[in-house]
């Protein structure tokens, strides 16, 4: 079974930066898309950013331009770089890894708490 387990997440001024990492414990497998995804209080969890593992990422416009999405395979590990912060980025950040073929799976960690405030 695979664990996926946030960390990174904190306090930051408005215009701060944050880097949140995700970990994966178990197997995962080549042709699979990590993601992030956030939820704030009050609304319903929303996609960030995905990355696919030959390294192909997309954002949403929540996050294009100011947060950077990677990962490395052969750590299983997963990165979400964000600058610029603002107030309305606040909320809990998950990760996600999802395979459509066999081996299928879709995994969720935990989350990690971002606060964006002064």
Same mark, same amino acid.
């Not at 996926?4 to 001024?13: F, N, P």
């Not at 704030?40 to 954002?59: D, F, M």
């Not at 950040?93 to 879709?106: E, F």
């Given at each position: 079974?695979?664990?996926?387990?946030?960390?990174?997440?904190?306090?930051?001024?408005?215009?701060?930066?944050?880097?949140?990492?995700?970990?994966?414990?178990?197997?995962?497998?080549?042709?699979?898309?990590?993601?992030?995804?956030?939820?704030?209080?009050?609304?319903?969890?929303?996609?960030?950013?995905?990355?696919? #593992?030959?390294?192909?990422?997309?954002?949403?416009?929540?996050?294009?331009?100011?947060?950077?999405?990677?990962?490395? %395979?052969?750590? %299983?590990?997963?990165?979400?770089?964000? %600058?610029?912060?603002?107030?309305?980025?606040?909320?809990?950040?998950?990760? %996600?890894?999802?395979?459509?073929?066999?081996?299928?799976?879709?995994?969720?960690?935990?989350?990690?708490?971002?606060?964006? #405030?002064?």
């Amino acid at each position: 079974q695979v664990q996926l387990v946030e960390s990174g997440g904190g306090l930051v001024q408005p215009g701060g930066s944050l880097t949140l990492s995700c970990a994966a414990s178990g197997s995962v497998f080549s042709g699979d898309v990590w993601g992030w995804y956030r939820q704030a209080p009050g609304k319903q969890r929303e996609l960030v950013a995905t990355i696919t #593992s030959g390294g192909t990422a997309r954002y949403e416009d929540i996050a294009e331009g100011r947060f950077t999405i990677s990962r490395h %395979n052969g750590k %299983n590990t997963m990165w979400l770089q964000m %600058n610029s912060l603002k107030p309305e980025d606040t909320g809990v950040y998950y990760c %996600n890894a999802r395979r459509h073929v066999t081996p299928r799976y879709n995994h969720w960690g935990q989350g990690t708490q971002v606060t964006v #405030s002064s």
